[in-house]
């Protein structure tokens, strides 16, 4: 588990991922047993992916809420050309706590995609 501090916000990873069972790629709510009373836990997936090498990494302490728009400081990491992967489906996430008072957010911003939150 990973604790960042953003801006007087705080911002946790939860849990990450690399078969997730989610095919789409989507943000959505979700209940998490380790997300506090004042937070929400929110699972972004970047879907269905044809072989390993795929993740998503935390680049640094950068979040904000931005409008209707959770903005992270993540990157979605593919393989490189020509990397030795492993040749099997894989759908990575990683599963995020923001404030509470995020929830209302209509998106997830992260530092190479947007992904609506379904409801």
Not at 3 to 31: I, K, Q
Not at 38 to 50: F, L, T, W
Not at 85 to 97: D, E, K, N, Q, R
Request: glycine share 6%.
């Amino acid at each position: 588990m990973s604790l960042f501090h953003y801006s007087g916000d705080t911002f946790r990873v939860l849990d990450e991922g690399l078969n997730c069972t989610v095919y789409e790629p989507t943000a959505e709510l979700v209940s998490h047993a380790e997300s506090g009373d004042n937070e929400q836990a929110i699972i972004i997936a970047m879907g269905e992916r044809s072989s390993g090498g795929y993740y998503f990494q935390v680049q640094t302490n950068n979040a904000e809420l931005a409008g209707t728009t959770i903005k992270l400081d993540i990157t979605q990491v593919a393989p490189e050309p020509g990397m030795i992967t492993t040749s099997a489906l894989t759908s990575p996430c990683i599963t995020v706590a923001v404030p509470k008072a995020w929830q209302t957010a209509e998106s997830v911003a992260i530092n190479n995609a947007e992904f609506s939150i379904a409801r």
